[in-house]
């Protein structure tokens, strides 16, 4: 391996920051109020399922579903394959770091159970052996006012997003299309299933 190469797998494939935490509850107003309490978090997004909150410069550090809607059904609040972390979000730097960290993963067997352009980010999902998941992200825009303004004025169009083939996708970077045009979502339909613990549980 020579130098460069090295030097690409030890700065290129890291995220650049722990993004955001998703936690699922049967608690949603007491949880809601004692994240509000404990980081004194503002509300980005809120819907009877989901709260998007903040407490600085991201778009969203802790996000709570509640499971009261998702899974009205359910009725231990404390089960814990139900109830919990449902996944730690990492940012990567750009578009082509979180691609080619794709590809070098999938050498390695490794490969993503859900790739989304949620609107905000662009995302794939991977669950580690103990299941344990994770997303790892690029963000669609610059500034904070940016990412409000998108969930202000079209996330209630699809709180989801639209999944892509991330093969295709990289194909397309490799090719040299620039990474502005994949960021922007463009079309808001169709509205992904979602897949990963969520969707086992609902």
Same mark, same amino acid.
């Given at each position: 391996?020579?130098?460069?190469?090295?030097?690409?797998?030890?700065?290129?494939? +890291?995220?650049? =920051?722990?993004?955001?935490?998703? @936690?699922? %509850?049967?608690?949603?107003?007491?949880?809601?109020?004692? &994240?509000? /309490?404990?980081?004194?978090?503002?509300?980005?997004?809120?819907?009877?399922?989901?709260?998007?909150?903040?407490?600085?410069?991201?778009?969203?550090?802790?996000?709570?579903?509640?499971?009261?809607?998702?899974?009205?059904?359910?009725?231990?609040?404390?089960?814990?394959?139900?109830?919990?972390?449902?996944?730690?979000?990492?940012?990567?730097?750009?578009?082509?770091?979180?691609?080619?960290?794709?590809? +070098?993963?999938? =050498?390695?067997?490794?490969?993503? @159970?859900? %790739?989304?352009?949620?609107?905000?980010?662009?995302?794939? &999902?991977? /669950?580690?052996?103990?299941?344990?998941?994770?997303?790892?992200?690029?963000?669609?825009?610059?500034?904070?006012?940016?990412?409000?303004?998108?969930?202000?004025?079209?996330?209630?169009?699809?709180?989801?997003?639209?999944?892509?083939?991330?093969?295709?996708?990289?194909?397309?970077?490799?090719?040299?299309?620039?990474?502005?045009?994949?960021?922007?979502?463009?079309?808001?339909?169709?509205?992904?299933?979602?897949?990963?613990?969520?969707?086992?549980?609902?």
């Amino acid at each position: 391996m020579n130098e460069q190469e090295t030097t690409s797998n030890t700065t290129g494939n +890291r995220p650049t =920051k722990l993004a955001h935490i998703v @936690y699922r %509850t049967r608690r949603f107003e007491a949880m809601l109020e004692w &994240y509000k /309490a404990v980081f004194d978090t503002r509300i980005q997004y809120q819907d009877p399922a989901l709260a998007f909150m903040t407490f600085d410069d991201e778009h969203h550090r802790i996000l709570l579903a509640d499971m009261a809607v998702l899974q009205p059904d359910g009725a231990e609040s404390d089960n814990k394959s139900a109830i919990g972390v449902d996944h730690v979000g990492y940012t990567y730097k750009s578009l082509g770091d979180l691609f080619e960290n794709y590809a +070098r993963l999938k =050498k390695h067997g490794i490969s993503p @159970y859900w %790739t989304i352009h949620h609107g905000i980010t662009i995302s794939m &999902y991977y /669950a580690d052996p103990d299941g344990n998941q994770m997303e790892f992200q690029v963000d669609c825009f610059e500034t904070i006012e940016e990412s409000t303004k998108f969930f202000s004025e079209k996330w209630d169009a699809n709180p989801i997003g639209v999944e892509f083939d991330a093969e295709d996708w990289l194909t397309q970077m490799r090719a040299g299309m620039p990474e502005s045009e994949f960021l922007e979502r463009k079309v808001h339909e169709p509205i992904s299933p979602i897949r990963g613990r969520f969707a086992e549980l609902l």
